[in-house]
């Protein structure tokens, strides 16, 4: 059974720095292709960055050249480190763990910028 528990959110100040960690278990994690997915109030779910197995990474045009997203597949964790964050950043942000056309969701982690 999928089990992803995401770590790391709260709240900061306009141009600050959070680091999200994402706990993966149950499922043989190296085959897996892991992403950060954010909800907004009011707004539909939307790909902020993806891993795949090999470690090719790609990111969201929106956070491109502030957020940067990693994986340690001995450790079974990914990582999304958000630089410079925006107001706009504001949103529950979802680990994600994707096998062809099969996801599974963590549960959630609230990021806050404010000042």
């Known amino acids: 059974q999928v089990q992803l528990v995401e770590s790391g959110g709260g709240l900061v100040q306009p141009g600050g720095s959070l680091r999200l960690s994402c706990a993966a278990s149950?499922?043989?994690?190296?085959?897996?292709?892991m992403g950060w997915y954010r909800q907004a109030p009011g707004k539909q779910r939307e790909l902020v960055a993806a891993?795949?197995?090999?470690?090719?990474?790609s990111v969201a045009d929106s956070v491109k050249g502030r957020f940067t997203i990693a994986r340690d597949n001995a450790k079974k964790m990914v990582y999304l480190q958000m630089n410079s964050l925006k107001s706009e950043d504001t949103a529950v942000y979802y680990c994600?763990?994707?096998?062809?056309?099969?996801?599974?969701w963590g549960q959630g982690t609230q990021v806050t910028v404010s000042s």
């Open positions: 149950g499922f043989i994690f190296n085959l897996y292709i």
């Open positions: 994600n763990a994707r096998l062809g056309s099969v996801d599974s």
């Open positions: 891993v795949t197995s090999r470690g090719s990474a």
